[in-house]
Antibody, heavy 122, light 108 residues
Framework: EVQLVQSGAEVKKPGESLKISCRGSGYSFNNYWIAWVRQMPGKGLEWMGIIYPGDSDTRYGPSFQGQVTFSADKSISTAYLQWGALKASDTAMYYC???????????????WGQGTLVTVSS | EIVLTQSPGTLSLSPGERATLSCRASQSVTSNYLAWYQQKIGQAPRLLIYGASSRATGIPDRFSGSGSGTDFTLTISRLEPEDFAVYYCHQYAGSPRTFGQGTKVEIK
Protein backbone atom coordinates (compact mmCIF):
# COMPACT_ATOMS: atom_id res chain seq x y z
CA GLU A 1 0.00 0.00 0.00
CA VAL A 2 1.40 3.39 -1.00
CA GLN A 3 1.64 5.76 1.94
CA LEU A 4 3.12 9.18 2.61
CA VAL A 5 3.48 9.96 6.30
CA GLN A 6 4.35 13.48 7.35
CA SER A 7 5.90 14.75 10.55
CA GLY A 8 3.78 16.28 13.27
CA ALA A 9 2.47 19.77 13.84
CA GLU A 10 4.95 22.51 14.69
CA VAL A 11 4.66 25.78 16.59
CA LYS A 12 7.50 28.19 15.96
CA LYS A 13 8.41 31.82 16.49
CA PRO A 14 9.19 34.24 13.65
CA GLY A 15 12.80 33.99 12.58
CA GLU A 16 13.21 30.37 13.68
CA SER A 17 14.20 27.60 11.28
CA LEU A 18 12.19 24.48 10.56
CA LYS A 19 12.43 21.24 8.59
CA ILE A 20 9.39 19.02 8.11
CA SER A 21 9.41 15.56 6.59
CA CYS A 22 7.43 13.23 4.35
CA ARG A 23 8.27 9.50 4.40
CA GLY A 24 7.12 7.30 1.56
CA SER A 25 6.46 3.59 1.70
CA GLY A 26 4.90 0.87 -0.43
CA TYR A 27 6.56 1.98 -3.66
CA SER A 28 9.96 2.81 -5.17
CA PHE A 29 10.43 6.20 -3.49
CA ASN A 30 13.48 7.17 -5.57
CA ASN A 31 11.62 6.98 -8.88
CA TYR A 32 8.62 9.23 -8.34
CA TRP A 33 8.59 13.01 -8.04
CA ILE A 34 7.26 14.44 -4.77
CA ALA A 35 5.33 17.72 -4.69
CA TRP A 36 4.82 20.16 -1.84
CA VAL A 37 1.52 22.02 -1.59
CA ARG A 38 0.60 24.83 0.80
CA GLN A 39 -2.86 25.54 2.17
CA MET A 40 -3.17 28.68 4.25
CA PRO A 41 -5.96 28.79 6.84
CA GLY A 42 -9.35 28.80 5.11
CA LYS A 43 -7.77 29.10 1.67
CA GLY A 44 -7.11 27.01 -1.41
CA LEU A 45 -4.22 24.87 -2.58
CA GLU A 46 -0.93 26.42 -3.77
CA TRP A 47 1.69 24.44 -5.66
CA MET A 48 5.12 25.05 -4.11
CA GLY A 49 7.26 22.82 -6.29
CA ILE A 50 8.62 19.32 -6.76
CA ILE A 51 11.67 17.21 -6.02
CA TYR A 52 12.92 13.97 -7.59
CA PRO A 53 14.39 11.90 -4.76
CA GLY A 54 16.54 9.85 -7.14
CA ASP A 55 18.88 12.75 -7.87
CA SER A 56 17.37 15.63 -5.83
CA ASP A 57 16.44 17.57 -8.98
CA THR A 58 14.13 20.35 -7.81
CA ARG A 59 11.68 22.80 -9.40
CA TYR A 60 10.27 25.66 -7.35
CA GLY A 61 7.15 27.70 -7.98
CA PRO A 62 8.06 31.38 -8.46
CA SER A 63 6.35 32.44 -5.22
CA PHE A 64 8.45 29.98 -3.25
CA GLN A 65 11.82 30.21 -4.97
CA GLY A 66 14.35 31.42 -2.40
CA GLN A 67 11.82 31.13 0.43
CA VAL A 68 12.01 27.38 1.08
CA THR A 69 14.33 24.48 0.33
CA PHE A 70 13.40 20.97 -0.77
CA SER A 71 15.66 18.03 -0.07
CA ALA A 72 15.46 14.26 0.04
CA ASP A 73 17.26 11.35 1.66
CA LYS A 74 16.62 8.37 -0.56
CA SER A 75 18.28 5.98 1.91
CA ILE A 76 15.33 6.50 4.25
CA SER A 77 12.68 7.31 1.62
CA THR A 78 12.08 10.76 3.04
CA ALA A 79 11.57 14.19 1.51
CA TYR A 80 11.97 17.42 3.42
CA LEU A 81 10.71 20.98 3.29
CA GLN A 82 12.67 23.56 5.20
CA TRP A 83 12.72 27.21 6.08
CA GLY A 84 15.70 29.24 7.21
CA ALA A 85 13.72 32.01 8.91
CA LEU A 86 9.99 31.60 9.37
CA LYS A 87 7.47 34.41 9.06
CA ALA A 88 3.96 34.63 10.43
CA SER A 89 2.72 34.38 6.85
CA ASP A 90 4.20 30.84 6.66
CA THR A 91 1.41 29.65 8.95
CA ALA A 92 -0.34 26.97 6.93
CA MET A 93 -0.96 23.28 6.37
CA TYR A 94 1.73 21.76 4.17
CA TYR A 95 1.08 18.61 2.16
CA CYS A 96 3.45 16.36 0.31
CA UNK A 97 2.07 14.37 -2.60
CA UNK A 98 3.40 11.80 -5.04
CA UNK A 99 3.29 12.42 -8.79
CA UNK A 100 1.46 9.62 -10.49
CA UNK A 101 3.90 8.04 -12.96
CA UNK A 102 7.48 6.84 -12.69
CA UNK A 103 10.04 9.46 -13.57
CA UNK A 104 7.70 12.05 -15.06
CA UNK A 105 7.23 15.53 -13.59
CA UNK A 106 4.15 16.25 -15.75
CA UNK A 107 1.74 14.28 -13.62
CA UNK A 108 -1.18 14.78 -11.23
CA UNK A 109 -0.79 13.99 -7.55
CA UNK A 110 -2.18 10.54 -6.80
CA UNK A 111 -1.18 9.96 -3.16
CA TRP A 112 -1.06 12.63 -0.48
CA GLY A 113 0.40 12.85 2.99
CA GLN A 114 -1.88 13.74 5.88
CA GLY A 115 -0.44 17.25 6.11
CA THR A 116 1.78 19.07 8.61
CA LEU A 117 0.34 22.14 10.30
CA VAL A 118 2.94 24.85 10.82
CA THR A 119 2.02 27.73 13.11
CA VAL A 120 4.33 30.73 13.32
CA SER A 121 3.51 33.15 16.11
CA SER A 122 5.36 35.34 18.55
CA GLU B 1 1.65 30.98 -15.56
CA ILE B 2 -1.65 29.29 -16.38
CA VAL B 3 -4.41 30.78 -14.23
CA LEU B 4 -7.35 28.49 -13.51
CA THR B 5 -10.70 30.08 -12.69
CA GLN B 6 -13.38 27.87 -11.17
CA SER B 7 -17.09 28.60 -11.14
CA PRO B 8 -19.30 28.86 -9.32
CA GLY B 9 -17.62 29.61 -6.02
CA THR B 10 -20.34 27.75 -4.15
CA LEU B 11 -22.93 25.29 -5.43
CA SER B 12 -25.95 24.60 -3.19
CA LEU B 13 -27.64 21.33 -4.12
CA SER B 14 -29.60 18.48 -2.59
CA PRO B 15 -28.55 14.81 -2.46
CA GLY B 16 -29.52 13.08 -5.68
CA GLU B 17 -29.10 16.20 -7.80
CA ARG B 18 -26.54 16.69 -10.55
CA ALA B 19 -23.53 18.94 -9.95
CA THR B 20 -21.67 20.68 -12.76
CA LEU B 21 -18.40 22.43 -11.89
CA SER B 22 -16.42 24.54 -14.34
CA CYS B 23 -12.70 25.24 -14.64
CA ARG B 24 -11.45 27.75 -17.20
CA ALA B 25 -7.76 28.17 -18.04
CA SER B 26 -6.09 31.43 -19.09
CA GLN B 27 -4.34 29.54 -21.89
CA SER B 28 -4.67 26.16 -23.49
CA VAL B 29 -3.76 23.21 -21.26
CA THR B 30 -1.45 21.03 -23.34
CA SER B 31 -2.40 17.38 -23.70
CA ASN B 32 -5.42 18.02 -21.47
CA TYR B 33 -3.17 17.72 -18.42
CA LEU B 34 -6.00 18.75 -16.12
CA ALA B 35 -6.96 17.01 -12.88
CA TRP B 36 -9.72 17.37 -10.32
CA TYR B 37 -9.40 16.81 -6.56
CA GLN B 38 -11.91 16.55 -3.76
CA GLN B 39 -11.10 17.88 -0.30
CA LYS B 40 -13.21 17.35 2.76
CA ILE B 41 -12.78 19.36 5.96
CA GLY B 42 -9.73 18.22 7.90
CA GLN B 43 -8.54 15.87 5.15
CA ALA B 44 -5.93 15.89 2.43
CA PRO B 45 -7.11 16.29 -1.16
CA ARG B 46 -8.03 13.15 -3.11
CA LEU B 47 -7.42 12.71 -6.83
CA LEU B 48 -10.68 12.15 -8.72
CA ILE B 49 -9.94 12.80 -12.40
CA TYR B 50 -6.75 13.18 -14.44
CA GLY B 51 -6.09 13.77 -18.11
CA ALA B 52 -9.35 15.76 -18.08
CA SER B 53 -11.53 12.65 -18.22
CA SER B 54 -9.85 9.57 -16.70
CA ARG B 55 -11.11 8.47 -13.32
CA ALA B 56 -8.49 7.72 -10.69
CA THR B 57 -8.39 4.31 -9.03
CA GLY B 58 -11.41 3.61 -6.84
CA ILE B 59 -13.40 6.69 -7.89
CA PRO B 60 -17.12 5.98 -8.42
CA ASP B 61 -18.50 6.37 -11.92
CA ARG B 62 -20.88 9.11 -10.84
CA PHE B 63 -17.81 11.38 -11.17
CA SER B 64 -16.91 12.31 -14.72
CA GLY B 65 -14.64 14.88 -16.33
CA SER B 66 -14.79 16.47 -19.75
CA GLY B 67 -13.37 19.33 -21.77
CA SER B 68 -10.26 20.32 -23.62
CA GLY B 69 -8.13 23.34 -24.39
CA THR B 70 -9.24 26.00 -21.91
CA ASP B 71 -12.63 24.77 -20.71
CA PHE B 72 -13.10 21.80 -18.42
CA THR B 73 -16.01 20.39 -16.45
CA LEU B 74 -16.41 18.03 -13.52
CA THR B 75 -19.85 16.43 -13.30
CA ILE B 76 -21.26 14.49 -10.36
CA SER B 77 -24.28 12.72 -11.79
CA ARG B 78 -26.18 12.13 -8.53
CA LEU B 79 -24.84 13.69 -5.35
CA GLU B 80 -24.31 11.36 -2.43
CA PRO B 81 -24.04 12.75 1.12
CA GLU B 82 -20.28 12.11 1.11
CA ASP B 83 -19.80 14.25 -2.02
CA PHE B 84 -20.37 17.55 -0.24
CA ALA B 85 -16.87 19.00 -0.19
CA VAL B 86 -14.55 21.45 -1.95
CA TYR B 87 -13.32 20.59 -5.44
CA TYR B 88 -10.15 21.91 -7.07
CA CYS B 89 -8.94 21.73 -10.62
CA HIS B 90 -5.21 21.50 -11.27
CA GLN B 91 -3.14 21.87 -14.42
CA TYR B 92 0.12 19.98 -14.66
CA ALA B 93 1.03 21.01 -18.21
CA GLY B 94 2.81 24.27 -17.54
CA SER B 95 5.35 25.70 -15.17
CA PRO B 96 4.49 26.40 -12.51
CA ARG B 97 1.70 23.89 -12.01
CA THR B 98 -1.37 25.69 -10.64
CA PHE B 99 -4.65 25.05 -8.88
CA GLY B 100 -8.01 26.72 -9.27
CA GLN B 101 -9.42 28.54 -6.25
CA GLY B 102 -11.96 25.80 -5.54
CA THR B 103 -15.72 25.23 -5.73
CA LYS B 104 -17.59 24.35 -2.58
CA VAL B 105 -20.49 21.95 -3.03
CA GLU B 106 -22.81 22.40 -0.06
CA ILE B 107 -26.08 20.86 1.02
CA LYS B 108 -29.08 22.98 0.11
Amino acid sequence: EVQLVQSGAEVKKPGESLKISCRGSGYSFNNYWIAWVRQMPGKGLEWMGIIYPGDSDTRYGPSFQGQVTFSADKSISTAYLQWGALKASDTAMYYCARLMEVGSSWQPHDYWGQGTLVTVSS
Amino acid sequence: EIVLTQSPGTLSLSPGERATLSCRASQSVTSNYLAWYQQKIGQAPRLLIYGASSRATGIPDRFSGSGSGTDFTLTISRLEPEDFAVYYCHQYAGSPRTFGQGTKVEIK
